[in-house]
């Protein structure tokens, strides 16, 4: 399990040098994507797999398509040049070699039978979470689903485009 989680602890830095380094906004993404999963694979390999999915299913998952359409939409122009270099193999050889790893982390640690097990604490499971976060902070996590909706609200509001208004003797 120490295998794995020092496997997917470098290869989380080494992604993520990759974001910050990388020239191209669609290979920063995918940095970022293989990033996370390593992240993931780190709380899978600390006992923590609900913690572990949750990363995968939230951040892996819907926050990195958000991030591909703000990428897709603010393509301004094209330059051939840019395009021809951006397809090129060399480009996507270090994030292929960095989701390689991972997968032999994650072959690693099932063929130890260490998912599910905490290298050295207890298991966190979904029962867990929930009694610690609907036990004493109750109100806290209530609080904090409140505030998240008077935001998507103003979000909405603001971002609602305004109609024109009619004039009462013009029908169409």
Avoid: C
Avoid at 62 to 86: E, K, P, Y
Avoid at 108 to 127: C, H, M, N
Avoid at 141 to 154: C, F, G, N, P, R
Wanted: proline residues 3%; without cysteine.
């Amino acid at each position: 399990m120490e295998l794995a989680f020092y496997l997917s602890g470098l290869v989380a830095v080494l992604a993520t040098v990759g974001v910050i380094f990388g020239t191209s906004p669609v290979h920063a993404v995918v940095y970022l994507i293989v990033s996370l999963i390593a992240v993931a694979l780190v709380f899978f390999a600390l006992g923590a797999p609900f913690a572990g999915a949750l990363e995968i299913i939230v951040y892996a998952g819907a926050i990195m398509v958000l991030f591909v359409f703000v990428v897709m939409m603010l393509n301004l122009g094209r330059d051939s040049d840019r395009d021809q270099t951006l397809r090129q193999p060399r480009h996507w050889i270090g994030p292929s070699v960095l989701a390689l790893v991972l997968l032999g982390a994650l072959f690693t640690l099932i063929s130890q039978g260490g998912v599910g097990q905490a290298i050295d604490g207890e298991l966190l499971t979904a029962r867990a979470v929930a009694l610690i976060m609907f036990g004493p902070w109750l109100m806290v996590v209530e609080l904090a689903a409140i505030l998240l909706l008077a935001a998507l609200v103003t979000a909405s509001h603001v971002g609602r485009r305004s109609n024109p208004v009619r004039k009462r003797g013009n029908r169409s």
